[in-house]
C-alpha cells in the first residue's frame, strides 16, 4: 500500500498494477484512487473492461493509440480471470507497450505462477488486499470517526465491529449510519451503536447458538424464523451454524492444548477479539457435544440433498436436536 500511496502523492506511475486480494473494499478503493490520480474525469483517454468476455487483442489495440491531448492513457481490465489462465499474448504484450499507456488489473483471486502475474510484478507492482487485522480496522475505523469529529472507547469500538464484521465494505457504510445517527454530538456511545448498528447474519447465528447453550429452545427458534423473515435461505443458515460449531471445537480443542488467544486466532483465522467471544461460547459445551453437532449439521445437510426434508423444516428440527443436548 506504501508504494502505491507514495507513486500517487509523487505523480509517477508504474506502466502495469494488479491489485488482488479478497478485502473488495481495498481493491476499489485503490483503483479508484490511481485512476483519478492518472486521469482524473478524462474519459478520452480511459478504457474500462469488466468480465472474462473481452478481447486482449481488442486491448492491445487502445494500448497502441497515443494519448489525446493527454500525457497518459489508462486501461483498467477488471475480474477477467486472467490471472488464473493462460494469458502469454498479452503478458509479453507489456514489455513493449507504449511509455504513455498504463494498465490497471484488479482481481479477487489470482495464480502467482501464472505468467501474466510474474510479468507484471517485473515490470509494475501486484498489491494484495488482504482482509485486515484487528488491530487495522480499529485504527481505521476510529480514524473514519475522527474525521467526523468523532470519539469512541476501545470497548465500544470493538462492540461496533463484532456486530459489523471485518469487512471493510460493511464497516464504512455503518460508519456512515453511526456518524449521521450522532450528528451534534462529538462521544459515540454503546447505546448509539446497539440502536443504529445493523447485527451481520454470522452473529445473529451467534446468538442462535448462545441460546441453545442456554437450552432456550423458543428463543433459538424465534431467531430462526427471523433470520426466515429476512429472507435467508435455510440452507445458509445451516452452513453457518455448522460452520460455528466447527470453529467452537477448533478453539475449545486448542485452548485445551493450551494455545493463547493471539494463536488460536492465527490457527483459526479468526479477529482475536471474536476469538474471546469463541472462547467464552466454547466453555459452555463439552468437545463431545460440539463433535456431535457437527455431525449432526452434516447428516441434515445430506438429508435434504436427498430430498429426505425439505430444508426449512429440516433446519428447524435440528435445532430443537441441538436445543435437548
Not at 466454547?282 to 441434515?300: D, G, I, N, P
Request: with cysteine; net charge neutral; charged share 30%.
Amino acid at each position: 500500500m506504501q508504494k502505491i500511496n507514495s507513486d500517487i502523492k509523487s505523480g509517477s506511475f508504474d506502466p502495469v498494477y494488479l491489485l488482488f486480494g479478497e478485502e473488495a473494499y481495498l481493491r476499489r478503493s485503490y483503483k479508484n484512487r490511481l485512476r483519478q490520480a492518472m486521469v482524473g474525469d478524462d474519459t478520452m483517454n480511459y478504457t474500462y473492461y469488466e468480465g472474462k468476455d473481452f478481447s486482449a487483442t481488442e486491448l492491445m489495440g487502445i494500448a497502441e493509440t497515443l494519448p489525446f491531448f493527454a500525457d497518459r492513457r489508462l486501461i483498467i481490465a477488471e475480474n477477467t480471470g486472467l490471472f488464473k489462465k493462460e494469458a502469454g499474448e498479452l503478458a509479453d504484450y507489456l514489455d513493449r507497450m507504449p511509455d504513455t499507456t498504463h494498465l490497471i488489473f484488479v482481481e479477487e483471486e489470482i495464480d502467482k505462477r501464472n505468467k501474466l502475474y510474474k510479468r507484471v510484478t517485473k515490470l509494475g507492482h501486484a498489491l494484495e488486499c488482504k482482509r485486515q487485522t484487528a488491530g487495522e480496522l480499529k485504527k481505521w475505523a476510529a480514524k473514519g470517526l475522527a474525521q467526523s469529529g468523532k470519539k469512541i472507547t476501545e470497548k465500544t469500538l470493538e462492540l461496533f465491529l463484532t456486530k459489523t464484521g471485518d469487512d471493510m465494505e460493511n464497516i464504512h457504510r455503518e460508519l456512515d449510519k453511526l456518524i449521521s445517527y450522532t450528528e451534534g454530538r462529538e462521544i459515540v456511545t454503546a447505546e448509539d451503536v446497539e440502536a443504529i448498528t445493523t447485527t451481520q447474519l454470522s452473529n445473529r447465528i451467534f446468538d442462535m447458538i448462545h441460546a441453545i447453550a442456554a437450552g432456550e429452545r423458543k428463543k433459538a427458534l424465534d431467531l430462526y424464523s427471523d433470520l426466515l423473515a429476512l429472507k435467508e435461505p435455510p440452507m445458509r443458515i445451516l452452513f453457518l451454524l455448522a460452520r460455528q460449531f466447527h470453529g467452537l471445537l477448533q478453539v475449545k480443542e486448542l485452548r485445551e492444548q493450551g494455545a493463547g488467544k493471539d494463536e488460536i486466532a492465527s490457527k483459526c483465522r479468526l479477529q482475536p477479539f471474536v476469538v474471546s467471544r469463541y472462547m467464552g461460547q466454547a466453555s459452555r459445551f463439552t468437545k463431545e457435544q460440539l463433535e456431535e453437532y457437527v455431525r449432526l449439521a452434516v447428516e441434515t445437510e445430506e438429508a435434504v440433498k436427498k430430498g429426505n426434508l425439505k430444508d426449512n423444516l429440516a433446519v428447524e428440527l435440528l435445532i430443537v436436536q441441538f436445543s435437548e443436548k
